[in-house]
């Protein structure tokens, strides 16, 4: 038997098979193009995304052979949500949350409840890039889609129901829209009242692990499934991600390497209310009961798929698809810190800044910059912007001497030994770095009985691989030009947001 697990991410979708031993049978990957009509939106068509997710599906069913999946589990990004009609059919697109549609909402939340009233509720820091403002922007400009949509579904709760299941959500998706009570563990009264959103056109929630149903068998046949495959509740990629890399009790941190790069702490309780706001960082569940996390993020892996398809569409192709082209590029890196400052604000930044009227830069550039030197500054940039956070993270008791990495950049050397010399701390690479698809089906197995805990699971899939010491020289350099870094964004603030109006205005 097998369990497989699937991970939809911003720019892709992953599935992967494993034996209950926890031995990787196949994974698969599709990527997907983000729509972008006008500045400041953006979108996935849901159909587009389904349809390359079933055909990664059965690309690893395929691997499978006599080890036949029994269960399947869900991890997702979280906030997108997708309108379906009582059909079940998917009818409008999905909107990422660096979409900055419905951002004068955020700002009638603030003036009307307050932040610290809101956090009491639901301790998220407001800003836009959550479901709620998108929602109550639909209602004003596209009200036939908002009257015609049975429910809006975050990407967990679709797949469940266009695969046969229930349109349940998780406890960490829920709260990813801000109409979620995270105390009562359900939507919020009060807040669905203010919205004015009906509960009715949202999904039910559950605790992740919660069986939603059973694999239709039209879409078993399809996918190469067998018959009676269940369907496991999963639930926010940061949170499955963190099961998947062993995180299952409070005081330690998982680094995520992927589309957006996150450190998120894992709690053994809700962290104190003023301790949180004073630091803007959120809480919502892990996959796992009795357990929360927070999260840094930024979107970084953007940056380097914004270099690939700038720089290096020609290498791309030269190579062919069986060349893996990040590689290649880091490969061009110079050893050395390159001095380069990147203000990583290509888009909205993540927590705990939620900076949106802002742009990117890249200072330091000079006739002989090699294209390997402002690759190694994006990536500089984009891990300076997590050192103020590890100092908050430490007052919390949170350990950061060290780093779990997971998630696609995992797998690059130069990539992590680049974090480890900044952050100063080492980073471990884990023997399945796709921890979210892993965690996913660690979920599964442990919904079905085929594991009693979660530490019976983890002893299963966790293994050490590699650890990527500091070097403590260049430590020291980096520390230097952070200095320099943390000047950029005052420096400059005015003229970015001047340009970010400008631009959207146009």
């Known amino acids: 038997m097998s369990l497989l697990g699937i991970d939809i991410g911003t720019s892709g979708c992953k599935a992967g098979a494993f034996t209950v031993t926890g031995h990787c049978l196949g994974i698969a990957y599709r990527e997907y193009p983000t729509l972008q009509v006008k500045p400041g939106q953006a979108e996935l068509d849901s159909r587009i995304v389904i349809q390359r997710l079933k055909d990664a599906i059965a690309e690893v069913v395929s691997h499978t052979g006599g080890d036949l999946v029994t269960a399947l589990c869900i991890s997702a990004m979280g906030e997108a949500m997708t309108p379906v009609d009582e059909n079940r059919e998917i009818i409008g697109n999905s909107i990422l949350s660096v979409d900055l549609r419905g951002a004068e909402h955020i700002t009638r939340i603030e003036e009307d409840l307050g932040q610290e009233a809101f956090y009491a509720i639901n301790p998220n820091i407001l800003a836009p890039n959550y479901s709620l403002p998108k929602l109550l922007w639909l209602r004003e400009n596209n009200p036939a889609e908002f009257q015609g949509a049975w429910k809006y579904l975050l990407w967990c709760d679709l797949v469940s129901c266009l695969f046969g299941g229930e349109p349940i959500t998780s406890y960490s998706h829920a709260n990813r829209t801000l109409l979620f009570d995270l105390y009562k563990e359900d939507w919020s009264e009060p807040l669905l009242a203010w919205s004015g959103i009906p509960k009715d056109k949202l999904p039910t929630v559950a605790p992740s692990g919660t069986i939603t149903g059973t694999v239709a068998s039209q879409i078993a046949r399809e996918l190469g499934l067998p018959d009676k495959v269940k369907i496991i509740l999963g639930g926010h990629d940061q949170c499955c991600n963190a099961l998947g890399a062993g995180v299952i009790s409070g005081g330690k941190a998982v680094c995520g390497i992927g589309t957006i790069e996150c450190i998120a702490p894992v709690y053994d309780q809700v962290p104190p209310t003023a301790d949180m706001l004073a630091t803007r960082l959120n809480v919502e569940h892990h996959v796992l009961p009795g357990l929360y996390m927070s999260f840094i993020y930024n979107q970084s892996g953007v940056l380097m798929k914004w270099f690939r398809d700038t720089f290096a569409q020609a290498d791309k192709k030269l190579l062919g698809a069986d060349i893996d082209i990040y590689e290649t590029l880091l490969a061009e890196m110079p050893e050395a810190p390159t001095g380069l400052l990147t203000l990583p604000h290509f888009e909205i ?9 802002s742009a990117g830069v890249i200072a330091g550039l000079h006739t002989n910059t090699p294209r390997g030197a402002i690759l190694k ?21 949170i350990d950061t001497s060290e780093f779990i990495a997971t998630g696609g950049g995992a797998k690059s050397d130069r990539l992590l030994q680049i974090k ?51 070097d ?34 146009g």
């Open 377 to 397: 500054g994006l990536i500089e940039g984009a891990t300076y912007y997590f050192l103020d956070s590890l100092n908050a993270l430490n007052r919390l008791g």
């Open 420 to 470: 480890a010399d900044i952050f100063g701390a080492p980073f471990v690479r884990l023997r399945h770095t796709e921890c979210g698809i892993a965690g996913a089906a660690m979920l599964a197995g442990m919904a079905t009985g085929v594991y009693h805990s979660a530490q019976e699971a983890t002893d299963q899939f966790v293994f050490r691989e590699k650890s990527f010491e500091p």
């Open 472 to 505: 403590m020289e260049k430590n020291r350099r980096y520390t230097d030009i952070y200095s320099r870094y943390r000047r950029l964004y005052p420096a400059l603030k005015d003229i970015l947001t001047e340009i970010n109006l400008n631009e959207h205005s």
């Open 349 to 357: 930044t993540g927590a705990p800044d939620f900076i949106s009227n």
